[in-house]
């Protein structure tokens, strides 16, 4: 039977809504929404949660939720610059170690992308141990603007064009190639992506899980407020855990 880490990975220093690992959303802890379903998933594979943080506070409220930790993550790992994959792989050996065991997937769910479904993990992953050349896993939504049709950049010139140019000219919005955007709620690694040199989570041989509901990163207050105000008032179309 194939083994399976979950990883959380909540730094303090938060600096566009701080102390939003543990800031309350609709009477709970951010945090707790993602240790929930780290929890049901590892149930159901028997799968091992780790939390990977450097601040004590997260620490604190992530063992009220019912996750406990004894790993500290090293201020190296802990900046604004530092990798999330080099994060990850710290915690892997660690846990490895720990356990005198090797993994053969990780599953990383970011704290501030708590909109995923149980439902979304179980078709990922099975999807995803299903193709044997895929190295990760991404989760993703439609995106709402196209580089193909609706989206410019400056170029050398000091004008402005499409990002993305085809050969036969501006496209039209259905004739566009269909584009998708990373909404950071949740990726999936096989064990022998870590023993590469490269800490890029997308490689020539990445996949995608497309979100079928709303999914979107909290980055500023106001994301905070607006997935408040859908949960109280009960506007989403599926269940958080």
């Known amino acids: ?12 220093g ?14 709970r802890p951010l945090i707790d929404y993602t240790i929930k379903i780290a ?20 620490r604190s409220i992530a063992t009220n939720c019912g996750l406990v930790s004894g790993y500290q993550r090293p201020e190296t790992l802990a ?3 530092a990798g999330k994959v080099d994060a990850i792989k710290d915690i892997l050996l660690f846990e490895e170690k720990g356990l005198s065991t090797t993994f053969d997937y990780i599953l990383d769910l970011d704290v501030t992308s708590p909109l995923r479904t149980l439902e979304d993990l179980e078709a990922a992953y099975e999807s995803f141990v299903a193709d044997e050349k ?6 993703v ?8 049709f609706n989206m410019v950049e400056k170029k050398e010139n000091g004008f402005y064009f ?15 190639p269909q584009v998708y955007e990373l909404n950071a709620s949740f990726y999936l690694y096989r064990r022998v992506f870590f023993e590469q040199a490269s800490n890029k989570v997308i490689t020539e041989q990445s996949v995608i899980y497309e979100m079928p509901h709303t999914c ?14 859908l949960i109280q008032n009960n506007k989403l179309d599926f269940e958080l855990s």
């Open 39 to 58: 929890k049901l998933f590892a149930e159901k594979h028997n799968g091992t949660v780790a939390l990977s943080t450097d601040d004590d506070a997260i």
């Open 14 to 27: 938060s600096k566009g809504i701080p102390g939003k690992n543990i800031k309350p959303l609709a009477g």
């Open 216 to 229: 979107f990163d909290l980055d500023h207050p106001i994301d905070f407020d607006f997935l408040e105000y």
């Open 162 to 176: 499409l990002v993305k140019n085809s050969a036969n000219g501006p496209l039209t919005r259905q004739s566009a």
């Open 134 to 139: 895929a190295q990760t896993l991404f989760s």
């Open 79 to 81: 900046s604004d610059t």
């Open 141 to 148: 939504n439609k995106a709402g603007r196209n580089p193909y």
């Open 1 to 12: 039977m194939s083994s399976i880490l979950i990883t959380i990975c909540a730094r303090g």
